[in-house]
């Protein structure tokens, strides 16, 4: 990984149209690369990472792991916009990714479909989320890593499908720092309910 590579995730891509966010008992968007619903008819939790490197997608990508080893029956996608390379380098730096199917979107096409865009530098450098950052590192040990691919501008979101393929719980995170909760999200499949994610 060079200086350069690391700089270069401070430019902001090129945007790219992008559709509304699913709402909340409406159907989710389904593609080739990631059907919905799932072919084998359980749920999804599916989480839209921001750049591999990010400490707040590693905090994202740990809570899934944790969510799926307890929930075989849901199915669990992280989808992340770094290159193949990358990701598979930063996989087997935070420990793997049992028990979730990770796609890699390095053309971010399937975030501009789940209506995740690019951000605002308030986004991604605003006080609130300097904090985040400064005490995730402080409290949980979890600090930058090298960023080879992605950018730190592409907007994340996480979102729960249920079995006939509405959006049951998520939406876009309000903030860089914004680490969603995947036990409410399991929560809102199992009652059926469903939920803005906060």
């Known amino acids: 990984m060079s200086f350069r590579q690391e700089l270069n995730s401070f430019w902001a891509p090129k945007a790219k149209p992008t559709d509304s966010a699913p709402?909340?008992?409406?159907?989710?968007?389904?593609?080739?690369r990631l059907r919905m619903p799932a072919a084998d008819g359980r749920p999804t939790v599916v989480t839209f990472l921001r750049h591999c490197g990010c400490p707040f997608a590693e905090k994202t990508f740990k809570a899934l792991r944790a969510a799926a080893a307890q929930s075989s029956d849901v199915r669990f996608v992280a989808v992340s916009h770094s290159d193949q390379?990358?990701?598979?380098r930063w996989l087997d730096a935070v420990g793997g990714s049992t028990g979730i199917?990770?796609?890699?979107?390095?053309?971010?096409?399937?975030?501009?479909?789940?209506?995740?865009?690019?951000?605002?530098?308030?986004?991604?450098?605003?006080?609130?989320?300097?904090?985040?950052?400064y005490r995730l590192g402080k409290d949980e040990g979890i600090w930058n890593r090298?960023?080879?691919?992605?950018?730190?501008?592409?907007?994340?979101?996480?979102?729960?499908?249920?079995?006939?393929?509405?959006?049951?719980?998520?939406?876009p995170m309000r903030q860089a720092g914004d680490i969603p909760n995947f036990e409410e999200a399991l929560e809102m499949l199992k009652t059926g309910n469903s939920n803005q994610q906060r």
């Open 85 to 88: 390379g990358a990701t598979e």
């Open 101 to 133: 199917e990770v796609i890699v979107d390095a053309d971010r096409d399937l975030f501009a479909q789940w209506g995740l865009g690019v951000s605002t530098l308030a986004h991604f450098l605003s006080p609130a989320g300097l904090w985040a950052l």
């Open 146 to 171: 090298p960023t080879e691919s992605g950018n730190r501008w592409q907007t994340s979101g996480s979102f729960a499908v249920d079995n006939k393929g509405l959006v049951r719980w998520g939406g």
């Open 23 to 32: 709402s909340i008992s409406f159907q989710a968007p389904s593609s080739d």
